[in-house]
């Protein structure tokens, strides 16, 4: 006996996890590499692996880009092997191409995952193997460029189809054409802010307090300062950063009784002549809108901040310089 709503919820489960191990495997291979992935997002159809910064070598990208299609045909070619030798029952699953056995549904379900990844557009991870393949003969925006115009085209074109043949090849065309023009857009923007460095655009301490300081004074140095987050010091040492989250998750009331020093403290700090790329990851992973700027030879001493405000003034620099 078969019961339709059970085999589709377990096949939907299944399918998440399927997608999961194929964005794992660029994970993995990333890691190998001393790639920091910051997260993995997701989707029904596939998913995404926001890495710290995007190889140097297009032969590790297309090292990582491939590793979740293979991932998904081994797991497609295991399942199809099971399948021939035990038969499971399932009643039919709409719009997935499906036999009577639920082994070899998932073994399509797989191969099917792999072949869509592998299509050369973005932002699929075909496109991030066709951009490496350019990228060895081309300058990289360029590259980028080319892979994330095939992308728009293909969703453009599945989203016209889909308007005669199924609603979920328009929302699966949108979807490409949305995650092409935001791959094109992040590229050219990190690669433009690798030009600008740290010095460059720093920006003169404004929210500096002692550890001692109430947080309802704080709150008004920050906002005399126009800053999210204040810096802490002791003797003009830093100590490192209060951001606002943390002191607007304290009870009103409360404000004028607790110190800077009882909330967490983030130890984070950039280099004058460090790229502006690296102050935007840090701003990026630890959620603050500032990060003090200090000497390498006095790492200890902050003699300015980076902020929102400086990567703007870092891409206009950028975009003058190219």
């Given at each position: 006996m078969s019961y339709p709503q059970l085999d589709s919820f377990a096949f939907i489960l299944l399918l998440f996890v399927f997608v999961a191990v194929h964005e794992l495997s660029h994970s993995l291979v990333a890691r190998h590499y001393n790639i920091r992935v910051r997260k993995i997002v997701l989707y029904p159809i596939g998913g995404v692996s926001e890495i710290e910064e995007i190889p140097e070598k297009p032969s590790v990208e297309w090292r990582m880009a491939v590793a979740g299609p293979l991932a998904s045909f081994l797991i497609g070619l295991a399942l199809f092997g099971a399948g021939q030798v035990i038969t499971v029952e399932a009643a039919p699953i709409p719009v997935i191409i499906t036999t009577r056995n639920f082994l070899l549904n998932l073994a399509q379900v797989n191969v099917l995952l792999g072949a869509f990844n592998l299509i050369p557009a973005f932002p699929m991870d075909g496109g991030r193997v066709f951009r490496a393949l350019l990228a060895e003969r081309l300058k990289f925006t360029d590259a980028t460029k080319y892979a994330a115009f095939i992308g728009k085209l293909l969703g453009v074109v599945i989203s016209v189809l889909g308007i005669w043949y199924n609603i979920w090849l328009v929302?699966?065309?949108?979807?490409?054409?949305?995650?092409?023009?935001?791959?094109?857009?992040?590229?050219?923007?990190?690669?433009?802010?690798?030009?600008?460095?740290?010095?460059?655009?720093?920006?003169?301490?404004?929210?500096?307090?002692?550890?001692?300081?109430?947080?309802?004074?704080?709150?008004?140095?920050?906002?005399?300062?126009?800053?999210?987050?204040?810096?802490?010091?002791?003797?003009?040492?830093?100590?490192?950063?209060?951001?606002?989250?943390?002191?607007?998750?304290?009870?009103?009331?409360?404000?004028?009784?607790?110190?800077?020093?009882?909330?967490?403290?983030?130890?984070?700090?950039?280099?004058?002549d460090d790229p502006i790329l690296e102050a935007y990851k840090i701003m990026t992973r630890e959620k603050i809108d500032v990060v003090p700027v200090v000497e390498k030879e006095a790492p200890a001493k902050a003699v300015g901040v980076v902020t929102n405000q400086s990567i703007a003034y870092a891409y206009e620099k950028a975009r003058r310089l190219r």
């Open positions: 929302i699966i065309g949108v979807f490409i054409y949305i995650g092409a023009t935001e791959e094109a857009e992040s590229t050219i923007v990190s690669t433009t802010l690798a030009r600008v460095r740290v010095k460059d655009v720093i920006l003169p301490l404004a929210a500096v307090a002692s550890p001692q300081t109430t947080l309802a004074d704080a709150l008004e140095i920050m906002f005399k300062a126009r800053s999210h987050d204040i810096l802490i010091e002791i003797d003009g040492n830093l100590q490192g950063i209060v951001t606002w989250s943390e002191i607007v998750k304290i009870n009103p009331e409360r404000r004028s009784s607790l110190l800077l020093q009882q909330l967490p403290v983030k130890q984070v700090s950039t280099f004058l």
